[in-house]
């Protein structure tokens, strides 16, 4: 079973030479900080950074330098910084190549609820739709079950969406899926020391699983 830096190390695999891409809130923003050796990316802020670096080492944080959810951020030679009207143009445009979102839910057809649970006070949705409404490859980094153990990998997710129809890809603390097109989380890897049958058991959307799913390599 994975924990949150090693759901960000398994994600960061995914990431390919000169992509430009976008790190929400949460566990995405820890990818930035395993992006493999030889891998050339540029992140992307949508409060106004292109070129952000990985987190500062304790003492060493700016303040004025944050990401969009005012964490402390560093920034890499060559970096720009400019208004969110600039910003929002470039992922509307779909000049950000992928998207790894944090979400509550996500449907076996791919739709993501990730910004309000009703009942409960929020800031607001932030970049968040437009960054699903755009981007053509949103990876999920997401905890399996909820504080209850119930599945957050749904046939239908039960709380206010986000987007529909765009995730692409899923990494859990159990578990690598792919969203199929015609609906439905294929298994592609479980995390090292999970079951095929407890990654079922936490599964409430349709799975798929074909052939011998392989330990994900971390």
């Not at 000169?18 to 949460?26: C, D, S």
């Not at 900080?33 to 500062?56: A, C, H, K, R």
């Not at 399996?144 to 046939?155: I, M, R, T, W």
């Not at 999970?194 to 699983?209: D, F, P």
């Amino acid at each position: 079973m994975l924990d949150k830096t090693g759901i960000a190390k398994r994600i960061a695999k995914e990431i390919k030479d000169g992509y430009y891409v976008n790190l929400g809130i949460g566990i995405p923003t820890l990818v930035a900080n395993y992006i493999p050796d030889g891998v050339d990316v540029i992140l992307q802020s949508e409060n106004g950074l292109l070129g952000m670096g990985p987190f500062p080492f304790e003492g060493e944080e700016d303040p004025d330098t944050i990401n969009a959810g005012k964490q402390t951020i560093t920034k890499l030679a060559g970096s720009a910084v400019f208004d969110s009207a600039l910003s929002f143009g470039m992922i509307r445009a779909k000049k950000v190549n992928l998207t790894i979102l944090g979400a509550m839910e996500v449907s076996e057809k791919g739709d993501i609820a990730n910004w309000k649970i009703p009942g409960k006070m929020v800031k607001g949705m932030g970049g968040a739709m437009d960054l699903v409404a755009s981007a053509e490859n949103i990876i999920v980094a997401m905890q399996h079950v909820n504080k209850a153990g119930e599945s957050k990998l749904l046939p239908n997710c039960t709380l206010p969406l986000t987007g529909i129809n765009c995730v692409k890809k899923i990494v859990t603390e159990l578990a690598v899926l792919d969203v199929l097109p015609e609906g439905g989380f294929r298994l592609l890897e479980r995390a090292p020391g999970v079951t095929v049958e407890e990654i079922k058991a936490a599964t409430a959307g349709k799975l798929i699983i074909e052939g011998e799913i392989p330990e994900m390599v971390i």
